[in-house]
């Protein structure tokens, strides 16, 4: 009896260990560099919520013996688990009390965000931490492909930003009136038609 409890306690430190709890944190992906070359590793970006924080830079465990971390400005994206983010150029000024956001090379600074949807109109979502509830929030912004402009999606509890949305997507008018009728309940909607129905 005594052999059985040793092995179920070995058993049961090894499984509830610091280490493999830590290992636990990290995912299967890869990441892409900027000379686009891909690694494959074990991933980590973010610490548990509440009152974790994202990381500047995204840590990487493979077969090396120290972990590795690529910041923005290491990387075109990196892949953990189903989530793709993709390092670009961001910048926001304010000019007549409205923010505008931009992306265009070599202004502001890189920053990875998350790419949800990929096509003519892209959908990134800023992801950040709340200072009050330590929680995740991200805030929405749509580009189109071959411009700089990066439009903020929605509002806070105002839902979508119509007028502005509604000068992105003039080239699609059977969009700006659904939306205008609230066919889209969420920005993936929104993307998804446009890419398909659109262009």
């Not at 000379?35 to 590793?41: A, K, L, P, R």
């Not at 509830?133 to 999606?153: D, Q, T």
């Not at 997507?169 to 059977?174: I, K, R, V």
Request: charged residues 25%; proline residues 5%.
């Amino acid at each position: 009896m005594r052999p059985l409890l040793i092995i179920s306690f070995i058993l049961f430190s090894g499984i509830f260990s610091p280490s493999v709890l830590g290992q636990s944190k990290y995912q299967n992906g890869f990441v892409v560099t900027i000379q686009n070359d891909t690694i494959y590793g074990q991933l980590r970006d973010r610490s548990p919520e509440p009152f974790g924080k994202i990381f500047d830079k995204v840590k990487m465990k493979g077969f090396w013996i120290f972990d590795k971390r690529y910041g923005p400005k290491d990387l075109n994206s990196y892949t953990t688990g189903n989530k793709v983010y993709e390092s670009i150029w961001y910048d926001s000024y304010t000019k007549l009390f409205s923010v505008f956001h931009i992306s265009t090379y070599g202004e502001g600074e890189k920053v990875f965000m998350r790419l949800s949807i990929d096509g003519n109109v892209k959908l990134y979502w800023d992801e950040f931490r709340d200072p009050d509830s330590g929680y995740e929030e991200a805030i929405p912004f749509f580009k189109k492909k071959n411009s700089k402009e990066m439009i903020r999606v929605t509002q806070g509890i105002f839902g979508f930003k119509k007028k502005h949305l509604a000068n992105l997507f003039a080239d699609c008018p059977e969009l700006v009136v659904k939306m205008k009728h609230r066919f889209f309940e969420t920005p993936e909607e929104m993307a998804n038609f446009y890419n398909l129905e659109c262009n």
